[in-house]
């Protein structure tokens, strides 16, 4: 048939494929260097949508790219399938939530064969599989074992109408649910956390190892959310408290300039100093901290929301001026970061300076801010003297928060303020009041949750409240069937409600105790599903040393910007926690990463409520796999977003049919010598060889796109107007086509493989080197002119400069004896094709 027809292409090579399985990774013997390409793995949410067949044609390139360049790559895909969506249409529908999960497993198994995804088959793994959760639970019992994995009670923003916690994202900034649109609360709950804060160092310090390979906007995103600030803590003794308060400050040297103190109201510390107060204030107290936990988290950081606040007519004192001030309640200090209190600066600190202003609290001047420190004299304009900023924050109500020299300050006036910070945490540590401190943004991580689809927590509670580590023999603990469970969220785990689960001895000793009901946020699965590909059927470990040692980490990551932050900072703290825990040799898990954009139509994300939705099954129908593929990659850099109502499947159709009809015109048979071919034509060929690679390394796939399209048009040229059909350097040039369209286009390239009399698979083939001496310019030919008459000719490169030309003519024996003893006057010289000499008669 001479009709390129993607569906009896796809019908004809999937099981040809799924009997030669192109890509296995464990044949005996192999001794291919190693790269291991990981595609983040998808939830089982439904079908393959068109974000998957983004993500997933991209990763498969480079999977095929580094398989060609000779590399034995692994290239593996699961499903991490524990999480809400399949509770929730569980709960809608009355199904249990495996059904749900391993039926859209099973579709998205099929889409992925057909999508012609370069997966090795052999290494499937699902999350909610007990026999994969079961490390989970090994993994929390090492970290509990170190002291990484611990319960506390917190506040925690609780939905009173849904009987849900809540993130803090889904808090709307009036204080109600974005769910069920309750005011929220905050209510206080025992949950277990991750010590992700023991390595808030080393997850900053380590992303210098990423830069280059890593988007540099990712690096910064986690920069940030880790969030480290450097200064001091400050100890503040208190009337009528035995022990001092210490305070966290960027700004230690701006201490004589501290006029009151701040305690977050909803912190141990203000309820106890209210407590210790008088009765009035005791009651206005209880009042305000009622409002306070109806207030979102965001919403008390704001700058521009009217501060609000109490005095607890406490008083404390200023460790360096003797000074007794006063102690107020405020929320927009936060009860979880740094200690819960502040020092108030409010000549230097906005937020200081908001409410000293609103409560009409003093405010004092410690930066002279008009000082300069540089040793530059600054430019004043005398005329003008009006114009310099008024060192009176309290009428301008705008903080001094830049450089300057210290005033009122004592042993600190006329130091800088760098020079301020280093000296007075000096002083503060020689009187013991004081010492250096560092900050976080980042927070522990809370991985218990309230909910059935998880992997259970292996801990069993005596009738003592003592704490009990499952013996590890004893893994996996089992989810229970949920007959009889009732999964609506109700605030607690619906495990508990499943009696002969729950109920089991204490390890200890036997008497009645209850297996804890939550379970854990499945980030924890993601955290380290890279590792289990190694050797995903192995039920004596989490993973093989051995298979770390040869795979990871892994080389190359491919997902999506929405993992920016949590997810690769889950696994590369994992990573660490297992690196100091001996069982990985390395402590970064993904080497490169990057990061695909998203599927848009008409400019906006799909979805179903906007009607813009593009079915990917319909797309796969219309146009094909292939055509589908290659537009992902032809739209742009992978990096950009791409808008579907922008690209054309159709068009890449076309193309692909062009490309494959060649493979059926080409008459010359395998063995011809590539080197009697047409040299123009080979020229082309050799240049994409040489270009490809690089190209793809830099992750530039829709240029080679568009260069494996001109070396198309350059083979119809040759065969319709050119040497022929017949010409080896046809063949060679469509093979070449076949080569470079496998990494895009499998299934044409498979077929056109076939047709120009090859064994499959093209994928196994290997990429050919490009001949230097075909890489090279054409010569062209320079005609030497002597008066006007032709008298020598030269082969030069055609960028040759005038002057080389020239000096160049001057040698050539044709020349040397037509000019003779005669003198040159002019010599006209149009490289690269002639020079005319021009001599005295
Ligand atoms: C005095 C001071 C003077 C401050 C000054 C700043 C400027 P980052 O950079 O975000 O770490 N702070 C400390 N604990 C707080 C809490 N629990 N809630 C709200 N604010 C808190 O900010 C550190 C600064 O934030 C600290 O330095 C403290 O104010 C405030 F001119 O201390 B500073």
Same mark, same amino acid.
């Given at each position: 048939?001479?009709?390129?027809?993607?569906?009896?292409?796809?019908?004809?090579?999937?099981?040809?494929?799924?009997?030669?399985?192109?890509?296995?990774?464990?044949?005996?013997?192999?001794?291919?260097?190693?790269?291991?390409?990981?595609?983040?793995?998808?939830?089982?949410?439904?079908?393959?949508?068109?974000?998957?067949?983004?993500?997933?044609?991209?990763?498969?390139?480079?999977?095929?790219?580094?398989?060609?360049? @000779?590399?034995?790559?692994?290239?593996?895909?699961?499903?991490?399938?524990?999480?809400?969506?399949?509770?929730? !249409?569980?709960?809608?529908?009355?199904? *249990?939530?495996?059904?749900?999960?391993?039926?859209?497993?099973?579709?998205?198994?099929?889409?992925?064969?057909?999508?012609?995804?370069?997966?090795?088959?052999?290494?499937?793994?699902?999350?909610?599989?007990?026999?994969?959760?079961?490390?989970?639970?090994?993994?929390?019992?090492?970290?509990?074992?170190?002291?990484?994995?611990?319960?506390?009670?917190?506040?925690?923003?609780?939905?009173?109408?849904?009987?849900?916690?809540?993130?803090?994202?889904?808090?709307?900034?009036?204080?109600?649910?974005?769910?069920?649109?309750?005011?929220?609360?905050?209510?206080?709950?025992?949950?277990?956390?991750?010590?992700?804060?023991?390595?808030?160092?080393?997850?900053? *310090?380590?992303?210098?190892?990423?830069?280059?390979?890593?988007?540099?906007?990712?690096?910064?995103?986690?920069?940030?959310?880790?969030?480290?600030?450097?200064?001091?803590?400050?100890?503040?003794?208190?009337?009528?408290?035995?022990?001092?308060?210490?305070?966290?400050?960027?700004?230690?040297?701006?201490?004589?300039?501290?006029?009151?103190?701040?305690?977050?109201?909803?912190?141990?510390?203000?309820?106890?100093?209210?407590?210790?107060?008088?009765?009035?204030?005791?009651?206005?107290?209880?009042?305000?901290?009622?409002?306070?936990?109806?207030?979102?988290?965001?919403?008390?950081?704001?700058?521009?929301?009217?501060?609000?606040?109490?005095?607890?007519?406490?008083?404390?004192?200023?460790?360096?001026?003797?000074?007794?001030?006063?102690?107020?309640?405020?929320?927009?200090?936060?009860?979880?970061?740094?200690?819960?209190?502040?020092?108030?600066?409010?000549?230097?600190?906005?937020?200081?300076?908001?409410?000293?202003?609103?409560?009409?609290?003093?405010?004092?001047?410690?930066?002279?801010?008009?000082?300069?420190?540089?040793?530059?004299?600054?430019?004043?304009?005398?005329?003008?003297?009006?114009?310099?900023?008024?060192?009176?924050?309290?009428?301008?109500?705008?903080?001094?928060?830049?450089?300057?020299?210290?005033?009122?300050?004592?042993?600190?006036?006329?130091?800088?303020?760098?020079?301020?910070?280093?000296?007075?945490?000096?002083?503060?540590?020689?009187?013991?009041?004081?010492?250096?401190?560092?900050?976080?943004?980042?927070?522990?991580?809370?991985?218990?949750?309230?909910?059935?689809?998880?992997?259970?927590?292996?801990?069993?509670?005596?009738?003592?409240?003592?704490?009990?580590?499952?013996?590890?023999?004893?893994?996996?603990?089992?989810?229970?069937?949920?007959?009889?469970?009732?999964?609506?969220?109700?605030?607690?785990?619906?495990?508990?409600?499943?009696?002969?689960?729950?109920?089991?001895?204490?390890?200890?000793?036997?008497?009645?105790?209850?297996?804890?009901?939550?379970?854990?946020?499945?980030?924890?699965?993601?955290?380290?599903?890279?590792?289990?590909?190694?050797?995903?059927?192995?039920?004596?470990?989490?993973?093989?040393?051995?298979?770390?040692?040869?795979?990871?980490?892994?080389?190359?990551?491919?997902?999506?910007?929405?993992?920016?932050?949590?997810?690769?900072?889950?696994?590369?703290?994992?990573?660490?926690?297992?690196?100091?825990?001996?069982?990985?040799?390395?402590?970064?898990?993904?080497?490169?990463?990057?990061?695909?954009?998203?599927?848009?139509?008409? @400019?906006?994300?799909?979805?179903?409520?906007?009607?813009?939705?593009?079915?990917?099954?319909?797309?796969? *129908?219309?146009?094909?796999?292939?055509?589908?593929?290659?537009?992902?990659?032809?739209?742009?850099?992978?990096?950009?977003?791409?808008?579907?109502?922008?690209?054309?499947?159709?068009?890449?159709?076309?193309?692909?049919?062009?490309?494959?009809?060649?493979?059926?015109?080409?008459?010359?048979?395998?063995?011809?010598?590539?080197?009697?071919?047409?040299?123009?034509?080979?020229?082309?060929?050799?240049?994409?060889?040489?270009?490809?690679?690089?190209?793809?390394?830099?992750?530039?796939?829709?240029?080679?796109? !568009?260069?494996?399209?001109?070396?198309?048009?350059?083979?119809?040229?040759?065969?319709?107007?050119?040497?022929?059909?017949?010409?080896?350097?046809?063949?060679?040039?469509?093979?070449?086509?076949?080569?470079?369209?496998?990494?895009?286009?499998?299934?044409?390239?498979?077929?056109?493989?076939?047709?120009? @009399?090859?064994?499959?698979?093209?994928?196994?083939?290997?990429?050919?080197?490009?001949?230097?001496?075909?890489?090279?310019?054409?010569?062209?030919?320079?005609?030497?002119?002597?008066?006007?008459?032709?008298?020598?000719?030269?082969?030069?490169?055609?960028?040759?400069?005038?002057?080389?030309?020239?000096?160049?003519?001057?040698?050539?024996?044709?020349?040397?004896?037509?000019?003779?003893?005669?003198?040159?006057?002019?010599?006209?010289?149009?490289?690269?094709?002639?020079?005319?000499?021009?001599?005295?008669?």
């Amino acid at each position: 048939t001479e009709r390129w027809d993607p569906a009896s292409l796809q019908a004809k090579w999937m099981p040809v494929w799924e009997e030669i399985k192109p890509f296995r990774t464990d044949v005996p013997g192999d001794t291919r260097p190693r790269k291991y390409v990981l595609d983040m793995f998808p939830y089982p949410s439904g079908d393959l949508h068109m974000g998957h067949a983004e993500a997933y044609a991209l990763g498969d390139v480079i999977a095929r790219y580094w398989r060609q360049q @000779g590399f034995n790559v692994l290239h593996p895909v699961g499903w991490d399938s524990f999480g809400l969506p399949a509770e929730n !249409a569980a709960i809608k529908r009355g199904l *249990d939530p495996r059904q749900w999960t391993y039926d859209n497993i099973d579709q998205q198994h099929q889409s992925f064969k057909k999508y012609a995804s370069s997966f090795d088959w052999s290494r499937v793994l699902h999350t909610s599989d007990p026999e994969y959760y079961k490390w989970n639970q090994w993994l929390f019992l090492k970290m509990y074992e170190k002291g990484l994995a611990y319960r506390k009670a917190s506040w925690v923003n609780w939905d009173p109408v849904d009987q849900t916690v809540l993130a803090n994202e889904q808090v709307l900034p009036d204080g109600t649910s974005e769910r069920s649109g309750a005011v929220v609360v905050k209510k206080k709950l025992t949950q277990w956390y991750f010590r992700i804060t023991d390595y808030a160092d080393r997850l900053l *310090d380590d992303l210098k190892q990423l830069e280059g390979t890593w988007p540099s906007k990712v690096i910064a995103m986690q920069r940030n959310w880790i969030g480290r600030s450097v200064g001091a803590d400050v100890d503040f003794v208190i009337e009528g408290r035995d022990e001092p308060v210490t305070v966290f400050t960027t700004r230690p040297d701006t201490l004589y300039g501290v006029t009151f103190m701040v305690v977050a109201p909803d912190s141990d510390l203000a309820i106890e100093l209210a407590a210790g107060s008088t009765p009035e204030v005791q009651e206005r107290f209880q009042t305000y901290l009622a409002e306070v936990q109806k207030t979102s988290e965001t919403e008390r950081q704001s700058a521009d929301r009217p501060k609000t606040g109490m005095p607890l007519e406490r008083w404390a004192i200023n460790p360096v001026t003797k000074e007794r001030i006063p102690i107020w309640a405020a929320d927009y200090v936060l009860a979880d970061y740094g200690h819960g209190a502040v020092m108030a600066v409010p000549a230097h600190d906005q937020r200081d300076l908001d409410f000293a202003r609103a409560f009409d609290l003093p405010v004092r001047v410690v930066v002279d801010t008009n000082q300069p420190v540089t040793g530059v004299i600054p430019v004043i304009d005398l005329d003008n003297l009006d114009e310099l900023p008024p060192l009176d924050p309290k009428s301008t109500g705008t903080a001094l928060t830049g450089e300057g020299r210290l005033i009122n300050s004592g042993p600190l006036d006329g130091l800088s303020k760098s020079n301020a910070i280093r000296r007075i945490i000096e002083l503060l540590e020689q009187a013991g009041t004081g010492r250096p401190a560092k900050n976080y943004r980042l927070r522990d991580w809370l991985i218990s949750r309230q909910r059935y689809w998880g992997t259970p927590i292996p801990i069993i509670h005596g009738e003592d409240g003592s704490e009990h580590p499952v013996p590890e023999d004893q893994l996996p603990v089992v989810l229970p069937p949920t007959e009889g469970l009732n999964l609506t969220p109700k605030g607690s785990s619906p495990l508990g409600a499943a009696e002969d689960w729950v109920n089991v001895p204490n390890p200890v000793d036997g008497t009645p105790a209850r297996r804890d009901p939550d379970t854990m946020d499945t980030f924890v699965d993601s955290s380290w599903y890279f590792l289990r590909f190694l050797s995903p059927n192995d039920d004596t470990q989490p993973f093989d040393p051995k298979e770390v040692e040869k795979w990871a980490p892994v080389d190359q990551y491919v997902g999506g910007v929405t993992h920016a932050i949590l997810h690769l900072l889950y696994a590369r703290f994992i990573t660490k926690v297992l690196f100091d825990l001996g069982y990985v040799p390395f402590t970064e898990p993904f080497s490169a990463l990057l990061n695909q954009g998203m599927v848009l139509m008409d @400019g906006s994300a799909m979805s179903k409520s906007k009607g813009n939705l593009v079915r990917l099954s319909d797309q796969l *129908d219309e146009h094909g796999v292939d055509a589908v593929r290659l537009t992902m990659a032809f739209a742009g850099p992978p990096e950009d977003d791409i808008d579907w109502a922008d690209v054309s499947p159709a068009g890449s159709a076309k193309f692909l049919a062009r490309a494959w009809r060649l493979s059926g015109e080409v008459t010359s048979a395998p063995e011809v010598n590539w080197r009697d071919g047409d040299r123009a034509l080979r020229k082309v060929t050799h240049r994409f060889l040489a270009e490809a690679p690089g190209l793809i390394e830099a992750f530039k796939f829709n240029v080679v796109v !568009a260069r494996i399209m001109e070396l198309t048009n350059a083979a119809r040229k040759a065969i319709d107007s050119g040497p022929g059909a017949g010409d080896p350097a046809v063949r060679e040039a469509v093979e070449t086509i076949a080569l470079g369209l496998s990494l895009f286009a499998p299934y044409t390239a498979e077929d056109m493989w076939e047709r120009l @009399g090859y064994e499959p698979s093209v994928a196994n083939y290997g990429w050919r080197k490009a001949d230097p001496s075909l890489l090279t310019e054409d010569a062209v030919t320079a005609v030497i002119q002597v008066d006007g008459k032709v008298r020598d000719r030269v082969e030069v490169s055609p960028k040759i400069g005038a002057a080389e030309l020239e000096a160049l003519a001057r040698t050539l024996p044709g020349v040397v004896r037509s000019v003779g003893d005669r003198e040159i006057v002019t010599v006209v010289c149009r490289p690269p094709r002639l020079v005319n000499i021009v001599t005295k008669p």
